[in-house]
């Protein structure tokens, strides 16, 4: 069974940080596109960023200002969001494509999802 599980969100002042994680545990072969996904009542969900092969991705609404990063040792992925917007504010979820030990089928896994709430 694969488990990802988030951290890091919270309430923080127009203009300010914060950083994201999410890991990746259980029964694991390999780890392939980790991603940050973020959804506001009412709208669907969009990505904000992902990272494959040391190639990352970015929603062009949070280029400059947000960066995604992994440790692959430790199946974590990372975002760091700095100039936070109050537009930002959401639930934000991260996903992974996992190929787990058993069956060895690559599938889509998604966290439980961390509040980020952003004030003007």
């Known amino acids: 069974q694969v488990q990802l599980v988030e951290s890091g969100g919270g309430l923080v002042q127009a203009g300010g940080s914060l950083r994201l994680s999410c890991a990746a545990s259980g029964s694991i072969f390999s780890v392939n596109t980790m991603g940050w996904y973020r959804q506001t009542p009412g709208k669907q969900r969009e990505l904000v960023a992902d990272i494959s092969s040391g190639i990352t991705n970015y929603a062009d609404s949070v280029k400059g200002r947000f960066t995604i990063s992994r440790d692959n040792a430790k199946n974590t992925v990372y975002l760091q969001m700095n100039s936070l917007k109050p537009e930002d504010a959401a639930v934000y979820h991260c996903?992974?494509?996992?190929?787990?030990?058993?069956?060895?089928?690559?599938?889509?896994?998604w966290g439980q999802g961390t509040q980020v709430t952003v004030s003007s």
């Open positions: 996903s992974a494509e996992v190929v787990p030990v058993w069956p060895r089928i690559q599938q889509t896994y």
